[in-house]
């Protein structure tokens, strides 16, 4: 029994090495072609940014001198993460309108977003009448903790933030 099991054993040592070294050499050969053919798909960043897609939907962006404080994008954001308050404008005082004409009948006092609830659904983008509130294309604001995730849009910081995107838009 031991003479007969022999050539097969051989057979199969050999046919093992056939295999490893066949199979190793198809797996450097799809390495190799990477290494010279393919460009590489990784950047520098942050020397290097992605250029995002043109719908890419990133951190809200509230033009809040054109927001009429309707509450319409509360309303419609499934995970209630957007906090308006306001206040109803003295029938003493001039109504001032928006860029499209809208008349600003509330006085806006508070646009808060809660960032780290948000899932980036566009849905408050979508309903807003005045198109005030927008998806950036800004990837870059994490933070260290969950509440400074949340953005008071009438804040002095978010203006600044607000003032760069829009000469980046
Ligand atoms: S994108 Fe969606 S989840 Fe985020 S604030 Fe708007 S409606 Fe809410
Ligand atoms: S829907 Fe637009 S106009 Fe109305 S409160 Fe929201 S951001 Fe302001």
Sequence with gaps: MTTKAEPLTLRKYFYNIYYAV???????GITFKYIIAKKPVTIEYPEVREVVPEKARMRLYNDVL???ACNQCATACPVDCIYIS???RPKDLETPKTEDG???RKILTQYTIDTALCCYC???????PTECLTHSHDYEFAQYTVTEMKYNYMDDDIIAWRDRIVKTR
């Design 22 to 28: 066949s199979t190793c050499l198809k797996g450097m």
């Design 66 to 68: 054109n927001c009429i």
């Design 86 to 88: 306001s206040i109803n």
């Design 102 to 104: 809208t008349a600003k």
């Design 122 to 128: 566009g849905l408050c983008t979508t309903v807003c």
